[in-house]
């Protein structure tokens, strides 16, 4: 059962359960394939377009931002050759991060509109498309091939480039991952997302090699800036429910916006997460953007974006985005902190690809070994 919201016109219901494209895009050497068929068959209304390569390329004519949204209701399915990547956590010389994998069976973005996300700037018009890559043996055998190199407990972050739980009623991912990962002995599933899609998950059997985590916000920057997503009360309402379930859970607080009233909208958000559950990590973060990132967000979304930016960001870290300058992000930092603190003493809480500058300020607070990215 959700968690019934105290004001309903604030919080935006999750949309990806009724997600349907408005075109599917199909490459051509994989038209006969049983798992392109299933999800096809799911969409009997929509327009097979079958293609000889797998790119779509908007017209030029259409502007980044416009290509950004329709992208969101394209669906390809295809294949790729690299489902897992290492990434080393090398952010330049002042920003911290620490090294995991990256398993990307979608790509190209998910079907919500949060007007901060820095995949927008990734893929713009030149790549505008949810895609499906169905050649799981690949996916399988790589991160096989992952373990039998590596030493220790390896985690594969599943909701870096994509959400991992948005369209799993479509993928059924959840359904070939979570009893995989449970048969290993040394791999780690990382699920993040901002949805309430949690069916599968919870006709599966937990076991200790499947964390799920949710990104969380403010019930003023998700009714802002993260349109369709599950509403702050549908997130933690599903982590509850896959906690009493089993599943390990986590919450990462990012990005955090200093918008008007900050301190209550944190504060009521900290007292909702214990309230209903006990996370094992908290994870924080503040806005980030690359520049230029509002003009693409205004041709996007609106005039709206420019409520994101009530407080000014001006320092640019070598991952070559833009932050709030380090007193308000101190002062941020050590508020959450604190408050998480009155509820629960010995949760982990983490700071998610901050400066060195930000950690020394807060000293013993925060724990670098234990992020939401990381299996401890």
């Known amino acids: 059962m959700l968690l019934k919201p105290e004001n309903s016109q604030v919080f935006a219901m999750d949309t990806a359960r009724d997600f349907k494209p408005d075109k599917i895009l199909l490459w051509r050497k994989i038209v006969d394939e049983p798992e392109a068929q299933r999800i096809i068959n799911?969409?009997?209304?929509?327009?097979?377009?079958?293609?000889?390569?797998q790119r779509?390329?908007?017209?030029?004519?259409?502007?980044?931002?416009?290509?950004?949204?329709?992208?969101?209701?394209?669906?390809?399915?295809?294949?790729t050759q690299q489902f897992v990547n290492h990434f080393d956590g090398r952010?330049?010389?002042?920003?911290?991060?620490?090294?995991?994998?990256?398993?990307?069976?979608?790509?190209?973005?998910?079907?919500?509109?949060?007007?901060?996300?820095?995949?927008?700037?990734?893929?713009?018009?030149?790549?505008?498309f949810i895609k499906i890559n169905i050649n799981y043996d690949v996916m399988f055998r790589?991160?096989?091939?992952?373990?039998?190199?590596?030493?220790?407990?390896?985690?594969?972050?599943?909701?870096?480039?994509?959400?991992?739980?948005?369209?799993?009623?479509?993928?059924?991912?959840?359904?070939?991952?979570?009893?995989f990962f449970g048969s290993l002995s040394g791999g780690y599933l990382m699920l993040l997302t901002k949805s309430c899609n949690i069916e599968n998950l919870l006709l599966l059997e937990p076991n200790n090699h499947t964390v799920v985590s949710w990104s969380l916000n403010s019930s003023y920057a998700v009714s802002q800036f993260e349109t369709g997503?599950?509403?702050?009360?549908?997130?933690?309402?599903?982590?509850?429910?896959?906690?009493?379930?089993?599943?390990?859970?986590?919450?990462?607080?990012?990005?955090?916006?200093?918008?008007?009233?900050?301190?209550?909208?944190?504060t009521e958000l900290t007292d909702k997460i214990f309230k209903h559950t006990r996370p094992e990590n908290i994870t924080l973060g503040m806005l980030r953007l690359l520049p230029g990132h509002l003009s693409l967000a205004k041709s996007a979304y609106g005039e709206n974006v420019k409520n994101m930016f009530q407080s000014d960001l001006t320092e640019q870290g070598t991952d070559f985005k833009i932050r709030?300058?380090?007193?308000?992000?101190?002062?941020?930092?050590?508020?959450?902190?604190?408050?998480?603190?009155?509820?629960?003493?010995?949760?982990?809480?983490?700071?998610?690809?901050?400066?060195?500058?930000?950690?020394?300020?807060?000293g013993n607070l925060c724990n670098f070994g234990k992020c939401n990215c990381l299996v401890w």
């Open 324 to 362: 709030y300058n380090p007193k308000d992000r101190i002062e941020f930092y050590k508020f959450i902190v604190d408050t998480i603190r009155r509820y629960d003493k010995k949760v982990s809480i983490s700071l998610c690809r901050e400066t060195p500058q930000i950690w020394r300020a807060l």
């Open 229 to 266: 997503t599950a509403s702050l009360d549908e997130r933690i309402a599903a982590a509850k429910a896959c906690q009493e379930h089993g599943y390990r859970i986590r919450f990462r607080i990012d990005p955090v916006i200093l918008h008007f009233n900050w301190q209550a909208e944190y």
């Open 142 to 179: 790589q991160i096989r091939k992952v373990l039998q190199k590596g030493n220790g407990p390896i985690s594969f972050n599943m909701g870096e480039m994509l959400d991992s739980l948005a369209l799993d009623h479509i993928t059924e991912l959840s359904k070939m991952l979570v009893p």
């Open 56 to 79: 779509y390329i908007q017209s030029k004519s259409v502007d980044a931002g416009k290509a950004l949204v329709a992208g969101k209701r394209i669906l390809m399915i295809g294949q």
């Open 91 to 128: 952010l330049g010389a002042n920003v911290r991060c620490r090294p995991y994998y990256k398993l990307v069976p979608i790509s190209n973005g998910c079907p919500y509109y949060c007007t901060y996300c820095y995949l927008a700037f990734v893929y713009r018009k030149y790549s505008p």
């Open 42 to 53: 799911l969409f009997p209304s929509v327009k097979v377009n079958l293609i000889e390569q």
